[in-house]
């Protein structure tokens, strides 16, 4: 009973010393999200660039082959999580529906957790941290302000608007304001909130009313059917003070009768003011979309030499199976190039980037066939970019579809019409992923790797300066490629479903590859460390 009673002494003493080292702990500043410590991982896709680059290489080509699982820990309640946790100083945070906890990094100990009692469930991919805060959205349409050093709640806001549905992507804080994507019955918006008390301070509508520049592009009322959900996160310039954020399908997904014209800004790609959110440019990818190929891949910021000038640029994959490269300082198509090789609706593109569509690859009542699918060339998993090789890295899934049209219009939520699409029976058709590495500025493929028994899309990709590329499978597999050769070096299976991307941070002289699988947190170092 006395050892007992030790041990509770001991437990209940290092969780006093966790708290006074977060409560301890800097406040993060603009100037670390913008250049952030290579230790800490701030933001969903790790910096604002959104390159999922990660400069530790303390774990390299060399001996990743020793890597071995450092800790797990159990996220209570159902569910499968697709978070990507955030890292500072030490101190790991992980969300799931309605719900944050804080791990000690090095552990995987519980530190604090908060449970906003909500009954509805949905997707939550992530989190936001600044100064003392730690940002998420809830199933209820609610942005709430968690303190990191104990998971009290610092301020709630309910999103304006009728009927809302917080789309589930991580937040992105930019200039003291919590950028956020949100959909509603009437269309798809970004939000922007005071990060220190939640007020709220302008929205951008991805779908113009009568009047507005790019209603012009919706005949008749069929503006009022909605679209453009932004249901993932952007990117952020802070020199320009632009935010970069992708735009989804128009409604009804498949029917594009009632709805002629480009339908703007759907399948966009839009740049907006940081201070008041006002339209700067955008770069429309699909035209009056009419296989759900949206826009919400994340978009990579690089700057880098094009054609012997150097520009800030912007770089997408996209799920109509181009990539795409454009100047981000004004949405300037400066090229393009397919990366995969099962592509029929389009037999090119036009000088300003606009496809050139092949005539009957359109959905029908009897279905037709359109390559890639509607589940897309890729989709919602990360992909990452490496300085060092000049290599795009990307989940690509080659593949057809079948795309059936039906009547109706799209129900509350401003996406669907009662449509569908299949794969396609042909056995050359069928669903396949590859792990593909592309020339940053020409898209021409340089390596690839078949997923083995890969055929949906699960997680995303990390690219690491000691020379890898950690990829994932929905099986349950992380794996470890040379990012030049595309090799693979490693693999451990995590023993459950994996939807999520695989994040890196530093902690007490150690480096650590995590990953969410199912519902647990996985933690990867070098032995004897």
Request: include cysteine; aromatic fraction near 10%; charged fraction near 20%.
């Amino acid at each position: 009973m006395r050892g007992r009673c030790r041990t509770l002494i001991s437990l209940r003493l290092y969780s006093l010393l966790l708290l006074a080292a977060v409560a301890g702990r800097a406040q993060i500043t603009d100037q670390d999200l913008a250049k952030a410590d290579s230790n800490n991982w701030l933001s969903y896709s790790g910096s604002y660039d959104s390159r999922r680059h990660t400069s530790l290489k303390q774990i390299d080509a060399g001996n990743v082959q020793s890597m071995t699982a450092k800790w797990i820990y159990h996220m209570p309640g159902p569910g499968q999580l697709e978070d990507v946790p955030i890292v500072a100083d030490g101190v790991m945070y992980v969300s799931q529906s309605n719900a944050v906890r804080a791990l000690d990094g090095g552990s995987g100990r519980l530190i604090w957790e908060y449970q906003r009692p909500v009954a509805a469930r949905g997707k939550n991919r992530g989190l936001a941290i600044y100064d003392n805060k730690i940002y998420f959205g809830t199933t209820d349409a609610t942005l709430m302000a968690l303190d990191t050093r104990t998971g009290s709640v610092i301020w709630e806001t309910r999103m304006p608007g009728e009927a809302l549905r917080y789309q589930g992507g991580a937040p992105l804080v930019a200039r003291g304001k919590v950028i956020v994507g949100v959909n509603s019955p009437s269309g798809g918006f970004v939000d922007a909130y005071d990060a220190k008390t939640g007020a709220f301070a302008w929205r951008w509508h991805a779908i113009p009313k009568p009047g507005e520049t790019g209603s012009e592009t919706w005949n008749g009322d069929s503006w009022k059917l909605g679209g453009g959900p932004t249901w993932l996160t952007g990117g952020y310039d802070p020199d320009l003070n632009l935010i970069y954020w992708g735009t989804g399908q128009p409604a009804p997904d498949f029917n594009g009768d009632r709805r002629k014209g480009d339908n703007l800004y759907t399948d966009c790609m839009v740049a907006l003011d940081g201070d008041t959110g006002k339209l700067k440019w955008y770069f429309q990818f699909t035209p009056h979309d009419t296989h759900d190929w949206d826009a919400v891949e994340i978009p990579v910021l690089v700057d880098a030499t094009f054609k012997g000038q150097s520009r800030k640029l912007l770089v997408q994959a996209n799920r109509n199976g181009y990539y795409y490269v454009l100047d981000r300082t004004n949405g300037k198509f400066l090229h393009a190039a397919p990366f995969v090789k099962l592509l029929n609706w389009a037999s090119g593109l036009t000088e300003d980037g606009r496809p050139i569509i092949v005539p009957g690859v359109e959905p029908t009542v009897q279905g037709n066939k359109v390559c890639p699918s509607t589940s897309g060339a890729t989709n919602w998993p990360s992909p990452a970019f490496n300085p060092d090789t000049q290599l795009f890295y990307v989940m690509a899934q080659e593949g057809c579809g079948v795309n059936y049209k039906a009547q109706g219009t799209a129900p509350s939520g401003g996406v669907g019409s009662g449509t569908g699409y299949m794969a396609s029976p042909a056995e050359q058709e069928q669903w396949q992923l590859y792990l593909r590495a592309l020339d940053l500025t020409t898209g021409k493929l340089v390596w690839e790797r078949k997923q083995i028994g890969g055929k949906y899309y699960g997680p995303g990709l990390l690219s690491s300066a000691g020379g890898l590329v950690f990829a994932a499978g929905l099986q349950g597999y992380l794996t470890a490629h040379d990012a030049r050769t595309g090799k693979d070096l490693w693999h451990f299976n995590t023993g459950d479903i994996i939807t999520a991307s695989p994040m890196a941070y530093g902690f007490q002289g150690n480096e650590y590859i995590a990953i969410v699988s199912g519902s647990n947190v996985v933690a990867f170092g070098l032995p004897g460390r």
